[in-house]
């Protein structure tokens, strides 16, 4: 049984947690009998639900801008976005709605934006991850930061993180090819970085104030274009 | 969140094992359904089996002429691929329309065509829903239903199914290959992975239990017009109120699967037979037997006008 033995594995290393861990093991053991008269069929709701379920950890290994980090005895449930803001202690990437909807916790992750709140830090093993705090720093700004300042791209600046990182990643999808819904011809070699193609690709990250035209023109700058 | 441990799986096969071997185990692709709905407790697997690493993300020329797509290809390698943006213009088109471009990043093949609805009350746990908790009751039936379906559906559900790559895999005639935890394969057609709820709604598929999908594939290519278009309430990042997705071809004949109406991609192959003779025709076979609701029955006329401007798209 795959969770009992995790939850050894757990008494072993933090043996404070010992008492509440037992109480857990009966609960789980209840709720894994309640499973097995529960329908199996796809979508069905296990009965374990209701359970309370001890944690199981995990160690994952990943670049962070560009230094290799290690995150010991992790939740498994920690999102990258909790793993970097809560474990690694960089809150530069913000947490919005958490549910993917809103884009203020978009990452690159190997080259791909994604939102970090949708993702489980354990899948991301071997993987490198750039966040605000890697693009650039105060004093020596990413082309990106420093146009989104120019043009006030911004006003409260919580969305900001992540329409900077999402504003980067765009540029190098039109660059390589990618199509978007309002391309208007799928076979065309290469892409213009029109507002058009900007606006639509850039519908991933909302901004409470309002401030998308502003960014727009920082992006349109960088990308060589007047807006 | 509730608790779970975490696999990685090495070989599809070994993947679909342990789905079964584990009581209450899931796979996890992009993560971007499934994650989701796990913050909500509306998915509560004990265990999760990592399938986005394994060697399935590849698309390959199939001996018959079409493309044989892994399980594991991101929703915008498939939308950015040459050969799809040539010949099955519709499936880029579909992808594209759907979700964020974040969000196209991690988002699998297999995972977009078995993510699950977005019937508000399926996602809020404080009322019945049979999908969620069989038995429980629809809330959605005499509730909000300006976004639920008017077809297919049945007096347990009216959910619809929200995959935009769906209606064009249909349109395509895709079919879509599994393992099973035995080591067995399959080819299910795309017209039959989803089932109608009827009285089990929360049974949204018939694959079975530990059932892993390995790949998608397509015919060779049927050439045509391609066309989909969504009508939302907002011009990006937003479901489909409908979608209509269309093949016409030079002499006006052709396929159409329409989204947001049902719980599975909606094509009727008799219906379609109609279009030479105009939308009206194809939408009145498409919406035989309809149930809609005061509230949602806009969607018949709109997918009429819709699949009226697409036809006429396609002929100009
Ligand atoms: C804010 C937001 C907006 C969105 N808008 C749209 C939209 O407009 N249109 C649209 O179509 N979609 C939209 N989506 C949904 C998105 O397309 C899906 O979340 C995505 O396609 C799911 O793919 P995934 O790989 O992340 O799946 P996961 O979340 O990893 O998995 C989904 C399900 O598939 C199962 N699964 C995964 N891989 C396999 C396999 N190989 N074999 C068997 N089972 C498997 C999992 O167990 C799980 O049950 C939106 C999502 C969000 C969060
Ligand atoms: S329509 Fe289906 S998903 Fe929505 S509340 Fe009713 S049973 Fe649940």
Redesign the pocket.
Known sequence: MLRASNLREHDMTSPGDLELNRRDLMVAAAATAAVASAPSGAGAQPAAAAAVRAPSKATVSMMVNGEARRLVDLDTRTTLLDALRESLQMPGTKKGCD???CGACTVIVDGRRINSC?SLAVMHEGESVTTIEGLGTPDNLHAMQAAFVKHDGYQCGYCTPGQICSAVAVLDEIKAGVPSHVTADLTAASYDPTADEIRERMSGNICRCGAYSNIVDAMSEVAGRRA | MKAFSFSRASTPAEAAASAQRIEGA???????????LMKLEI?TPTHLID?SKLKLDTIEATAEGGLRIG??VR?TDLAADARVRKDYALLSRALL????GQ?RN???T???L??RTRCPYFYDTNQPCNKRSPGSGCSAIGGFTRMLGVVGVSDACIATN????AIAMRALDAVVETVSPEGATRAIPIAELHRLPGDTPHIETV?TPG????AVTLPKPVGGKHVYRKVRDRAS????LISVGAIVQPDGSGRVAVGGVAPKPWRVEAAEKEMVRGAKAVTDGLFAGANPTHENAFKLTLVQRTLDAVLTEARG
């Open positions: 549910h993917g909807q949708l | 899931k796979f996890v692709a992009g993560g971007t359904n499934l994650l989701d998915e399938v399980a594991m929703n329309a759907g979700a964020s969000l991690k988002a699998t297999a995972g977009n078995l993510q929200p995959s935009d790559m694959l059932e892993l999908i390995t990042y937003a479901f489909a």
